[in-house]
T-cell receptor, first 114, second 110 residues
Framework: DVKVTQSSRYLVKRTGEKVFLECVQDMDHENMFWYRQDPGLGLRLIYFSYDVKMKEKGDIPEGYSVSREKKERFSLILESASTNQTSMYLC?????????????FGSGTRLTVV | QKEVEQNSGPLSVPEGAIASLNCTYS??????FFWYRQYSGKSPELIMSIYSNGDKEDGRFTAQLNKASQYVSLLIRDSQPSDSATYLC??????????FGPGTRLSVLP
């Protein structure tokens, strides 16, 4: 069974902290994505990666960075956490070059910044 | 800016009825269309994909696509309380990125 695993289900961090959210997939997928999901705003793309060491900005990259040193791992970094980054963060991966297979999502990390 | 719109709901239907969920999109170049189901507190799971005009059936689910009208829908026949969830519409081109709608909350009443 294919899996996308996010390291933490719940996190509470303080304003100004550097926060790392980890995502690992075991499907040998090239493509990985980070979204955040907020009530009324839906899923918004933060960053994505089509290959190792490659990254592209999504719709809302400000305040975030990413790292992809290995194919199976895609990390989201909040450089200096702020309260408006309190959200549900979802990692996803896909393999079809035409996007036809849709995404497989991880179980999500609910981050609270206090 | 590509947009995908859905009625937020909640859409309430009695058990056994047909639930009809609708989605419109702004980009005429869109080629791939997906429906995801998301239970409260869980991550989205893919339930249907459709690429060509017309209907696609999978069990109790039917996806309908009309590219001329920029409209995609999901029908759920014989709705069950376990179908109560938020349904997300996602629209993409031949790239890997999709635009998600805000979701429609469905409530199936026993």
């Amino acid at each position: 069974d294919v899996k996308v695993t996010q390291s933490s289900r719940y996190l509470v961090k303080r304003t100004g902290e550097k926060v790392f959210l980890e995502c690992v997939q075991d499907m040998d997928h090239e493509n990985m994505f980070w979204y955040r999901q907020d009530p009324g705003l839906g899923l918004r793309l933060i960053y994505f990666s089509y290959d190792v060491k490659m990254k592209e900005k999504g719709d809302i990259p400000e305040g975030y960075s990413v790292s992809r040193e290995k194919k199976e791992r895609f990390s989201l970094i909040l450089e200096s956490a702020s309260t408006n980054q309190t959200s549900m963060y979802l990692c996803a991966s896909s393999n079809r070059p035409d996007g036809g297979g849709g995404y497989t999502f991880g179980s999500g990390t609910r981050l609270t910044v206090v | 800016q590509k947009e995908v719109e859905q009625n937020s709901g909640p859409l309430s239907v009695p058990e056994g009825a047909i639930a009809s969920l609708n989605c419109t999109y702004s980009d005429r170049g869109s080629q791939s269309f997906f429906w995801y189901r998301q239970y409260s507190g869980k991550s989205p799971e893919l339930i249907m994909s459709i690429y060509s005009n017309g209907d696609k059936e999978d069990g109790r689910f039917t996806a309908q696509l009309n590219k001329a009208s920029q409209y995609v829908s999901l029908l759920i026949r014989d709705s069950q309380p376990s179908d109560s969830a938020t349904y997300l519409c996602a629209v993409g081109d031949y790239g890997q990125n999709f635009v998600f709608g805000p979701g429609t909350r469905l409530s199936v009443l026993p």
